[in-house]
């Protein structure tokens, strides 16, 4: 009897220990592999970011891809940029394309990026013209080659965030693609993700800002709509650069669901988009073609200020010609007592016509006393002095006067207001000023 125990207790412990060791075999393999899988996630990650990099750190790089955006409803857009980061120069050809008649326009643009200038041949006007970018804006909304090549951030996790449904950089097979007529080997690697927009409002500024869920929004953040997007890189195996990028989105409607079923797709909703960005790399620096810079005339909607007052361009009959926009700054409208709108503004060797003054344009300013208004202004906008309460003088050189808007030189108390006008024009330029409502005036001819 007792040897039996004995042999009982052995062959237990016999199986303890084996039930152990197998136990951490099992332990030591799925830390063996999770720490593979993340290995591998992460080395993914070094390589597209060093890729990334590389790209952006190219002397002379450019990028054609198919914007995907329409303009309206029948219109795609492509276009196709190249930068010269050494000379600050970049070169934009865009390709607007009619799908319903199979018509195609072609639209050029150079761009100055010390200067801040973006220059283009007007068809239409048959002129050389450009446009002044103070603050960068062109250059970040229509050349931003950085968008594609911004640094992936390893903050997706499905198991931290939960409006993350799966995310994943896997390694494709190799491939050989043709880059402007050149043969490049490639590696090719993916990131994959799938969310629930219906969370997106929440998320946090990093990912917000990352390449795909710039992608994932075009309007679906808070909606009850999954997205998948798949990023494919194809990097060079001589050069470590980005040849080519392949984008490929596809939206489902989230399913009703009850308290077991989770978040489920409703297959039947499926929609799927891609697009691509073709990345190539010129031998020769950009430089901007003479005729371009050669006294070009400014194009519609620039702004700018000349002796402390800011103009807009505006169109007439094919030219440039100006409107009084406003005071350039607040301190002004503390100080100024004296406005000259003048006949012309000889801006960068051109002379443009100050036509009108918009609305609101020199309202409220306290310390106004006297406006000489140009001779080729034809429109003087709603509310342009309201309020400016000691305001006594007007000089009116135009005779093209057609419109003075309601409130124009409205003040409040005051002796009367005197209109200094050309002669021949009482019996008009009265009648325009009391449509305007304007109380207290007098009118005299010059």
């Known amino acids: 009897m007792r040897k039996e125990n004995i042999k009982r207790r052995i062959t237990l412990l016999i199986f303890c220990i084996v039930v152990g060791i197998m136990y951490s075999c099992s332990v030591g393999m799925s830390r063996s592999i999770n720490a593979e899988e993340n290995d591998s996630r992460a080395t993914i990650i070094s390589m597209l970011n060093e890729a990334k990099d590389k790209t952006s750190k190219s002397e002379i790089f450019g990028a054609e891809a198919e914007v995907g955006a329409t303009i309206k409803e029948g219109y795609k857009i492509r276009r196709n940029i190249c930068e010269d980061t ?102 090719v690697a993916s990131h994959i993700s799938e969310i629930n927009m219906k969370e997106f409002p929440t998320f946090d500024k990093t990912m917000k800002n990352s390449l795909f869920y710039k992608n994932a929004l075009s309007g679906y953040e808070g909606k009850d709509v999954i997205i998948r997007i798949e990023t494919r890189y194809y990097i060079s195996k001589n050069d470590g650069k980005i040849y080519f990028i392949e984008i490929d989105r596809t939206k489902w409607d989230i399913k009703e669901k009850d308290d077991s079923s989770g978040i489920q797709k409703d297959e039947n909703s499926e ?56 005071c350039k700054n607040k301190k002004e409208y503390k100080k100024r007592k004296v406005i000259n709108i003048p006949d012309y503004i000889k801006y960068n060797d051109r002379k443009y016509k100050v036509i009108a003054i918009d609305d609101i344009a020199f309202a409220k300013m306290k310390k106004l006393k006297k406006v000489t208004i140009g001779k080729n202004v034809k429109t003087i906008g709603a509310n342009a002095f309201k309020k400016c309460n000691k305001l006594k003088q007007v000089y009116i050189k135009s005779n093209k006067i057609s419109k003075i808007g309601e409130g124009a030189f409205r003040r409040s108390g005051g002796k009367k207001l005197l209109f200094y006008i050309p002669k021949g024009k009482y019996k008009k330029y009265k009648r325009l000023i009391e449509k305007s409502k304007t109380n207290k005036f007098e009118i005299i001819y010059r």
């Not at 409006?163 to 490049?184: F, H, M, P, R, T």
């Not at 070009?296 to 103009?311: A, M, S």
């Open 271 to 326: 929609v799927k988009s891609s697009t691509y960005i073709n990345f190539y790399y010129p031998s020769k620096s950009l430089n901007i073609p003479s005729k371009y810079k050669k006294n070009p005339y400014l194009t519609n909607e620039v702004y700018f200020n000349y002796k402390e007052i800011k103009y807009v361009t505006e169109y007439e009959k094919n030219k440039t010609v100006l409107k009084v926009y406003s």
């Open 86 to 187: 050494k000379n600050k120069i970049m070169h934009m050809n865009e390709y607007v394309l009619d799908t319903k008649l199979g018509t195609q326009k072609t639209l050029e643009y150079w761009f100055d990026i010390n200067k801040k200038v973006r220059y283009e041949y007007n068809k239409l006007r048959k002129q050389y013209m450009y446009t002044l970018d103070e603050n960068g804006d062109i250059e970040k909304d229509l050349l931003s080659l950085d968008f594609y090549l911004e640094k992936e951030v390893d903050n997706y996790d499905p198991e931290v965030n939960t409006k993350v449904l799966s995310d994943e950089y896997i390694i494709n097979a190799d491939k050989n693609i043709d880059c402007s007529g050149e043969k490049v080997d490639c590696k």
